[in-house]
């Protein structure tokens, strides 16, 4: 059994606090980032005289443009207070935000002041190296050998996975610019261009060693679509599973690549990418002869928070190489569930056996009995992020930091060569010790150009701090995860809700892969899907910023829809169960419902969730009463009252 060796963590030491209990600290470590910048700059060239002198600062155009700076912040200041959203706070269950880790938000602050641009080395000589051991930091995580991969931060997931598809797209060309070079032709001999289409990504980076041996890369990635734009109509599909977060709408936009070259891979009843017809519609494809450009898989979908069996697309993979001698890029969007691989390694980095696992979370009280978490085929799709090509991930939901914090992971960073806008070979002069060339002029290998290092030093503190883990990580996600469980769990078994002679129920619509747990209300003896829906949205419109009412709502949360359109019959399912009848799914074709990412570290006592729940079950009682309420005095005689 594992012993952890890591020094203690305190979860609550970690963040503010949802009463500001951690003022104290947090303004003292405030005031030290502040006064140390202050210093900085006054004792640079101490002989320098002061340019700006107190005769001056006693000036009145000088003092009303300090009150004017003054009175704009204070105006700020109050319209943040007005209308921000209170991630911090437990009575906040709605999309992936929470408390921020105080560590980057100082470290934030604190680098913020120095304005480095990550853009460049010479612009961020030390943050640009804290951007590298980040992106390290998470390629670890994912099981990636740190020798051979790379990491970097981007704005979000978006940028993410438009960078994951970027070098999926120039790679797919690159045999066939092969094919165009008469002196380079001779690497694909005999190969058709359907054989050239379908070549793994590891033949293809392979290739591309050889044409560097002979002095030929950049004239052939020239020839790529990287040079010459996608000429020869279709490079392929992309399977995205019908969840998909609408990033990859933009992304094939964006990319030249067109949306109608994504088949969307319908999903199964917990809202998973669904293996059999993943897999059928796969071998469909490439009996058709369409080449695959790309598969993707989510790791914690945006609505629902489900967990893809990316362990089923690997095998898939393996399967069509070797069957069809087709192969694809495999790309993971863990945006909102990348950091979750943290759960599963211990203080060695090694992914941790289930039950060995189990064990663990028992013994330190992680995952307490009762709670079923993780399911054994989440699991496996966790371990098995380590084979795909790229993962998307965003520090900024689950890595509790602060935003614009994504990050894109490559598997094998010679990939970055067929985006670079260096001389090609980024990665030449390779530390071997830590496996990477930290002096990389990032600008130059990435979809962004100028960017705040403020972001690669918060990103880098809260690592430092919190190890990616199970006794780092693991121990603050864990509590989400357990809370939502328990959320889920009394949402499965609660009583109706009574208002007046009217009755309302409330249930979860599945129990979750994760920690978000999507749920609905419904009017007893009312079986119009309708009416469900309009009850949920009139719900989410007063327990959210829809109100009016922000800082003074004792609930908020998020919501959706769930439609045919999207979903395909996978809906139905929670429906049905709710007591509608076919001929209502079929009517309206859609489910609208609450969706809380259930990610707040507080509510962990079992004392401290009972008495939130029963004060949740209030809350809800008053909005019922709020709503049916408003439909009287409209008098409407269901509520359909608009
Ligand atoms: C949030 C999310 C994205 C987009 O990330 P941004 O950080 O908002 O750009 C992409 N994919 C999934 C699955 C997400 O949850």
Redesign the pocket.
């Known amino acids: 059994m594992n012993t952890p060796n890591a020094s203690p963590l305190n979860v609550d030491a970690l963040f503010i606090g949802p009463k500001s209990e951690n003022r104290v600290f947090f303004k003292e470590m405030m005031e030290y980032a502040v006064s140390e910048h202050l210093h900085w700059r006054a004792d640079f060239h101490p002989e320098d005289p002061a340019l700006v002198t107190p005769v001056e600062q006693h000036a009145g155009d000088f003092r009303q443009t300090l009150y004017r700076t003054e009175g704009i912040l204070r105006q700020l200041s109050s319209k943040l207070k007005n209308t921000s959203v209170p991630w911090f706070s437990p009575r906040y269950l709605g999309h992936?935000n929470a408390d921020t880790l105080m560590v980057s938000n100082l470290a934030y602050v604190m680098t913020m002041m120095y304005n480095p641009n990550n853009c460049a080395h010479e612009a961020s000589p030390t943050t640009t190296e804290l951007e590298v051991e980040a992106g390290l930091d998470l390629c670890r995580m994912f099981g990636y050998d740190p020798k051979r991969s790379w990491g970097h931060i981007t704005?979000?997931?978006?940028?993410a996975?438009y960078e994951g598809m970027w070098v999926a797209r120039n790679l797919k060309t690159i045999p066939l610019a092969i094919a165009q070079h008469e002196k380079a032709r001779d690497l694909v001999a005999g190969k058709s261009e359907k054989e050239l289409l379908n070549l793994s990504p590891s033949a293809v980076l392979d290739l591309t060693d050889e044409l560097k041996k002979r002095g030929l890369f950049e004239e052939v990635r020239a020839l790529s679509c990287r040079g010459v734009g996608i000429k020869q109509g279709s490079l392929g599909k992309i399977l995205v599973p019908q969840s998909k977060?609408y990033?990859w709408m933009k992304a094939m936009d964006v990319l030249g690549i067109g949306q109608e070259h994504i088949v969307p891979l319908p999903v199964d009843e917990n809202y998973r990418t669904d293996v059999a017809k993943m897999r059928e519609i796969t071998f469909r494809l490439i009996k058709e002869g369409h080449p695959i450009l790309a598969m993707v898989s989510?790791v914690?979908?945006?609505e629902e928070g489900s967990i893809d069996h990316v362990d089923e697309v690997i095998k898939l993979r393996a399967e069509c190489e070797r069957k069809y001698g087709a192969s694809f890029y495999v790309h993971v969007?863990a945006?909102?569930g990348g950091y979750v691989r943290a759960m599963f390694l211990d203080e060695d980095n090694r992914f941790m056996d289930y039950d060995a696992l189990l064990a663990r979370y028992r013994a330190e009280d992680i995952i307490p009995a009762g709670v079923t978490w993780p399911k054994h085929d989440v699991y496996e799709g966790f371990k098995a992020m380590a084979e795909a090509d790229s993962i998307?991930v965003?520090p900024?939901?689950v890595g509790y930091i602060q935003y614009a914090a994504?990050a894109v992971c490559m598997k094998d960073k010679r990939i970055v060569d067929l985006i670079s806008y260096h001389a090609a070979y980024v990665f030449e002069e390779v530390d071997e010790a830590e496996g990477a060339d930290t002096k990389v002029v990032l600008g130059s290998s990435i979809m962004e150009g100028s960017k705040a290092g403020a972001t690669a030093a918060a990103v880098w503190a809260a690592h430092r701090l919190v190890p990616l883990n199970i006794g780092g990580y693991g121990k603050v996600i864990g509590r989400g995860i357990v809370t939502a469980d328990w959320f889920a769990q009394r949402l499965a078994s609660a009583k109706p809700l009574t208002v007046g002679r009217r009755r309302f129920e409330v249930r979860p619509i599945m129990h979750p892969d994760f920690h978000m747990v999507n749920f609905t209300f419904k009017e007893i003896g009312n079986d119009s899907l309708e009416d469900h829906n309009r009850l949920n949205k009139k719900m989410y419109e007063i327990c959210s910023y829809a109100s009016g009412r922000t800082y003074t709502n004792d609930f908020l949360t998020s919501s959706t829809s769930l439609s045919v359109e999207e979903y395909g019959d996978t809906p139905w399912h929670y429906v049905a169960s709710r007591g509608f009848s076919r001929a209502e799914w079929d009517k309206v074709e859609s489910v609208y419902i609450l969706r809380a990412a259930v990610m707040t570290h507080f509510l962990r006592k079992a004392e401290d969730f009972d008495a939130y729940w029963e004060q949740l079950r209030e809350v809800f009682a008053a909005k019922l009463a709020h709503i049916v309420d408003m439909e009287d005095k409209t008098g409407a005689d269901t509520l359909i009252a608009a």
């Open positions: 992936m704005s979000g997931g978006t940028v996975n977060h990033s989510v914690g979908t945006t969007d945006a909102y998307t965003d900024h939901k994504g």
